[in-house]
């Protein structure tokens, strides 16, 4: 039997890291729970909404945040706030399948363009890895804006 699972990482600022993996995966915010959100609206702020009529205090607002697969086949990553900054390497990191069909140039030409598109968003480019047929297709190894290291694959 399969098992679903959920994706954690241990952030300063879940609010912040879940928005950058949203937008690198094309995942959403999910809203509060028994809200039913209007098109267009925007989950971040009903989540605050949601919390303040909870009485939660605006300092304790950023202290986990998800996001979800808009298709509901991929895990949901979960952010949780922790004092404690990053300072080794991660050692379960995400490989994120930009190019799983393509080879040579013509992958090495879209993981670039990727990796221009999440330079943007705040991510940091760390090296990229040449492809060695058979057994090396290529890949560009990233950080998020927290530090924690992801492949362009």
Known sequence: MSRNIQVTFDARDPKGLSS???EVLGYVHPGPPGVDLPEGADPL???DDFLAELGVPPEQRNTRSAIEDTE??????FFQQVPEDKVVKNRVHLD???APDLQGEERMTALEAECDRLLALGATRLRRVEPE???EAGFIVMADPEGNEFCLD
């Open 45 to 47: 702020a009903a989540w």
């Open 96 to 98: 994120v399948r930009v």
């Open 72 to 77: 509901g086949s991929g895990p949901r990553l």
């Open 133 to 135: 047929p058979p057994f």
């Open 20 to 22: 950058f993996w949203r």
